[in-house]
């Protein structure tokens, strides 16, 4: 049987966030040389530079929601916020 500690997923580093992010912008044609670590709080901001692009990758948030897919889909849905 395993622990219980062992179903709670580890935060996510900044460096494992910025690589997501930077191959995710890849993977849509936005060329990234040096991305910079904005913010390493509840969620990561990277700035994909040169691009004029900030990534926000949830990482701890994420581990706080029951399923926090949905909630990520309801702010791609609305990213202003303004339906909340």
Known sequence: MRPPE???AAPVSARSAAA???AVAREHGVRVREPVVLNDSFN???HLRPAP???RVPTVTA???ARPEEALARELDDPTGETR
Do not use: T
């Open 44 to 46: 990561v901001r990277v």
């Open 53 to 55: 692009v900030v990534a």
């Open 6 to 8: 062992a179903d709670v």
């Open 63 to 65: 581990l706080g929601r």
């Open 20 to 22: 997501a992010a930077v």
